[in-house]
């Protein structure tokens, strides 16, 4: 049976565009299975999202928050790519990987993974992407939102193990030098024992 939050959760957009003060659509909905916000701060989702909420949770809609943004029609991100310096950027800031590309070379979005989170516009720093019409069918489509979701999931799953390797050579690195410095100490302290051994 699926929890309150994952019924929340399925009656968001997944842009995970963070404008609702939440780390993605999944932290949002719990927040408001557990009382913690309100049904009004996701903007991509505007007044019919809030009213599906409002009727999930048997609440009466109101209207979207302007702390978190205004509801407009959503849009797709693309690069121009004349003008893509291959920063990575971009890259960094996609919830949801759609966009590719490598280090000093031309990136593209994947269009159809696109969200429309928009985050990508300010990170880049020539002004080379800008922003389209989101085809209604996109919009709408439950398919769309559950891929979207998959690919965040699969993001924060990867960023999260390389966060763990990367301890994890960190700590192995310490050991080295901690291993390194007690040799020198050892070293020291024997080359100081044998300046103090009585002369023969």
């Known amino acids: ?14 842009t995970q565009c963070e404008q609702c003060g939440y780390h993605g659509c999944r932290p949002y909905a719990q927040a408001i299975a557990e ?16 009213a599906a909420l409002a009727a999930l949770l048997g609440r009466a809609p109101i209207p979207l928050n302007p702390d978190n943004g205004v509801e407009k029609p ?8 004349a003008d893509c310096i291959g920063c990575t950027k971009c ?12 280090n000093k070379l031309m990136h593209t979005v994947i269009a159809h993974d696109c969200t429309g ?11 080379c992407i800008v922003l389209e019409p989101m085809p209604v069918a996109h919009v709408n489509d439950p398919a769309c939102a559950n891929a979207a979701r998959t690919h965040f999931q699969r993001r924060e799953a990867r ?22 410095n007690q040799s020198v100490l050892d070293a020291l302290a024997r080359a100081k024992a044998k300046k103090q051994e009585p002369k023969a």
């Open 159 to 180: 960023l999260a193990q390389l966060r763990t390797q990367r301890e994890a050579e960190l700590v192995t690195r310490k050991a080295q030098v901690h291993s390194a």
């Open 74 to 81: 959503r849009t797709l991100a693309r690069i121009v790519e």
């Open 1 to 14: 049976m699926n929890s309150l939050a994952d019924r929340i959760d399925a009656l968001l957009p997944q």
């Open 35 to 50: 009382g913690e916000a309100d049904i009004n701060q996701c903007p991509p989702g505007g007044s019919a999202g809030i």
């Open 117 to 127: 989170c928009e985050r990508c516009v300010p990170a880049c720093p020539v002004d």
């Open 91 to 102: 890259i960094q800031v996609c919830p949801v990987d759609a966009i590719v590309g490598a």
